[in-house]
């Protein structure tokens, strides 16, 4: 008896771990807002959403509830560069220096509020409790986005 539970043990642990490594094997398709190539201005939020290069149904889910909140809810401030969305790979070398200004390690969604050069970085965690709930995911980004520009001068929303 005990060697069958050891065995189903080990195969529900191959199942779990197999499972776990092809989750994250989608990729999304690249969906550029007008501020990915911007020229900066002083003081602005910058919405940074980093992700690996292999990615699950949640990483895109969050990058394009995050998308949909920008565009729906600050379409002039992304124009105007008040509002800088950047999608950054974990995994690309080139992409080092802001993973480290970041510290970030995993599919993560940061808000940095930059005022006269200086970063206010915030991680966004609230986010991964309530993928599936497009109201709720949205408002938690639009929230936290007003909360920043509210901090910027001329940038209450």
């Given amino acids: 008896?005990?060697?069958k539970v050891k065995i189903w043990t080990s195969f529900l642990l191959i199942i779990l771990v197999a499972g776990t490594l092809c989750a994250c094997g989608s990729t999304a398709p690249e969906v550029p807002l007008p501020s990915e190539t911007p020229s900066?201005?002083?003081d602005r939020v910058e919405v940074v959403?980093?992700?690996r290069a292999q990615r699950c149904n949640s990483c895109i889910y969050a990058e394009n509830g995050t998308r949909y909140a920008l565009s729906t809810y600050f379409e002039d401030e992304l124009a105007s560069n008040k509002i800088i969305f950047r999608l950054v790979n974990l995994e690309d070398k080139e992409n080092a220096t802001i993973v480290k200004q970041y510290g970030a390690f995993t599919s993560s969604l940061f808000i940095n509020t930059i005022i006269d050069g200086?970063?206010?970085i915030q991680e966004v965690k609230e986010i991964w409790f309530i993928l599936?709930?497009?109201k709720a995911f949205v408002e938690i980004v639009k929230g936290k986005v007003e909360e920043s520009l509210k901090e910027?001068?001329?940038g209450s929303k």
């Fill in 1 to 3: 008896m005990l060697a």
């Fill in 40 to 42: 900066v201005t002083a």
């Fill in 49 to 51: 959403y980093f992700h």
């Fill in 118 to 120: 200086s970063d206010h």
């Fill in 132 to 134: 599936g709930n497009d």
């Fill in 152 to 154: 910027i001068p001329d």
